[in-house]
């Protein structure tokens, strides 16, 4: 099913990698800087019936009965709920989430911004190292909070990495978990051919995210260094040579394609989706092959929203860094409110 809403920005700010870019520094991310200080975020450490601990920030909309320790008064909330997860090495804190957040604050709704493991600084909460497979203790995480803060309307949204989690989430678990709605931007559909096309796309990508995850994985070992991973940090040099060394060691997949293949979304992978969800996705997004959406089969409950411009989680408007993607997450979910 395809969704007609059309991104539009000026001539200027068309080019994919200015779009990229623009998601994460620039104007936006001295607004972020701006707006992180006036909200009043609570901090909060979520642990799982199995033990996994990870961390959030929550955010109430104004007018909002609070009880002492900064949370909704059981009951109370009449506001619906959004939970956002980050993508691949970004935080609670990162540009997009952060503007996001207020966008969705200023228009009603309370926000959680949810960290995988392993972001946003809780490299010491859990042994284990991060891998994408790890959808069950994010939605174990929803769930708690969740049973503890009710809320009549829960949605779920996503970037990048958050997307694909967003999507394996509100499939298997969007009963158990209310989740009424949910929206993925950019997320990988196949993240074998997504490495692929990082691999060959303009350099800064590669660079960047093989710096962010050996200093992620560097801090790791500051607080588990019985892993003994320091030698392999060492001698990598690219993003494949990580994958190489680090798959085996850290994940229960023998090779990189058995690992990726596991987190995809292609083919039946969604079948199960009982709630909407939409998948936002650009034509011209320099990580992502917009050929990859064609490897989902039909679902009924699923709209793509494929869009010529916006680069890979971008969808900037103007200047200032302001991104059609907060509009359309407020205008998406404000169809499933009664």
């Not at 997949?253 to 293949?261: E, H, N, T």
Request: glycine share 6%.
């Amino acid at each position: 099913m395809m969704n007609k809403q059309h991104f539009n920005p000026p001539r200027f700010l068309r080019n994919p990698h200015i779009q990229s870019i623009m998601n994460s520094v620039g104007p936006r991310k001295f607004s972020a800087k701006r707006i992180a200080k006036r909200l009043k975020s609570k901090k909060i450490l979520i642990t799982t019936d199995q033990g996994v601990r990870l961390t959030a920030e929550f955010d109430l909309a104004k007018g909002q009965p609070i009880s002492h320790t900064g949370l909704p008064k059981p009951d109370e909330s009449k506001n619906p709920l959004v939970i956002l997860i980050h993508g691949w090495e970004g935080s609670s804190q990162s540009a997009y989430q952060v503007t996001t957040a207020n966008h969705l604050l200023n228009n009603g709704f309370d926000v959680l911004r949810l960290n995988l493991r392993d972001h946003g600084d809780s490299h010491h909460l859990n042994k284990a190292v991060f891998n994408s497979t790890l959808i069950e203790e994010v939605g174990d995480a929803i769930k708690v909070f969740t049973k503890d803060h009710k809320y009549s309307k829960t949605f779920l949204a996503g970037f990048s990495l958050g997307g694909n989690f967003t999507l394996r989430i509100t499939a298997d678990r969007a009963k158990e978990l209310n989740i009424a709605a949910a929206v993925a931007v950019c997320p990988p559909v196949d993240p074998n051919s997504a490495m692929t096309t990082m691999n060959n796309t303009l350099f800064i990508y590669e660079k960047y995210f093989f710096r962010r995850w050996t200093t992620s994985l560097k801090k790791k070992l500051v607080h588990f260094p019985e892993l003994n991973f320091g030698a392999d940090i060492e001698s990598v040099k690219t993003l494949e040579d990580i994958n190489r060394t680090f798959i085996p060691k850290f994940t229960p997949f023998a090779d990189a394609k058995s690992y990726f293949s596991a987190y995809g979304l292609i083919e039946n992978r969604l079948q199960a989706l009982a709630v909407p969800a939409h998948l936002i996705a650009s034509e011209d997004d320099p990580i992502l092959p917009i050929n990859d959406l064609d490897k989902i089969n039909p679902c009924k409950n699923l709209v793509i929203n494929r869009q010529k411009h916006g680069g890979h989680c971008g969808f900037i408007l103007n200047v200032k860094g302001e991104s059609w993607i907060s509009q359309t997450l407020v205008e998406t979910f404000k169809r499933y409110i009664d």
